[in-house]
């Protein structure tokens, strides 16, 4: 249980997390004010309504995933291929590395709750034993659903460099990794890894996997670039002007991999409806997106289809390129769009 937690905070570290520019009044900011409209009284019927009131919000039967194909997905490509796991997890092949994002394959996202939050498909983690050596690691902060320690025990013999969110390397180092392997990024931070140039960006969330560490670790979003193809990853997080700034800054961009999940009015601010991500996308000169953080478990209380149904009626009506594949599905960027509704095979 307490491995979990990760690393704890210590004074030297926030000595280093204080000479960030986003880091003021004691933890990390975002760049627009930024809240949750929940109010104390109703934490309690709100948390019973999360775990213990099913519905639509979870799928009746189990969501299969298809099967890895080591060759295929390892076979030489300039181009960019992935796979969506589910949630926010993306293996991806670019310009000759491997890449893993946002490592999540547990079945509970919510490890040291008193109850559960089962994943949509089952045995998740066993896909890790049949992944190749994995070039890099990608987090963009250090929630649960994001960061599993059930994940990471099984990938840690598999993964070479891990570029992580600033504040996150230290559960990494509680964990066993050595600090020689972590590079931690602060936004706007530019890194190049064996020909990739690897950009931290901004998001609009929030961090923190204890009752003390809330916002003591920064979040954000990725955008990776090779002489031939650019993408981005946006991170989890609510709309905000910083779509725009990523746009004219880095963009446009070839792909996208755009959040739209788990949303509701409540923490509007921190998880975008999935209309405003289709405008963020748009913003942010997405040239073909697909939405993620849905498909995996239940975090709000929105139909677990409704994240797909919603962003293709959207993406359909302000004529923005979209893909939305199957979960494991191998996929290629330059590929035609998978628009199929695969999702309505089931409950």
Known sequence: MFK???????????????????????????????????????????IYKMFFSKGKSIPKSNLPLETFDKTAFLAPDDSLKYIWY????????????TILIDPMLGPDSAPIAPTTTRRFSENTLDIIQDFPEIDLLLLTHDHYDHLDYASMKKLFPKIKNYYVALGSGRHLESWGIPASKITEFDWWDTHTFEGIELTFTPSRHFSGRGLRDRAKSLWGGWVLKTESVSVYHTGDGGYGAHFKEIGAKLGPFDFGFVECGQYNKRWHSIHMFPEEAVTAAQDAGIKRATPYHWGGFKLAFHPWKEPAERFLKAATLQQLNFTLPRLGQLMHLDQAAQTEKWWETFE
Not at 14 to 19: A, F, G, N, P, W
Not at 86 to 97: E, F, M, P, T, W
């Open 4 to 46: 979990q937690f990760g690393g704890k905070l210590t004074p030297e570290l926030i000595k280093r997390y204080e000479q960030s520019p986003n880091w003021y009044d004691g933890c990390f900011q975002n760049l627009e004010e930024t809240s949750m409209d929940i109010g104390i009284t109703e934490m309690p019927g709100l």
């Open 86 to 97: 589910g949630h926010g997890v993306y293996l991806i092949r670019l310009a000759g590395k």
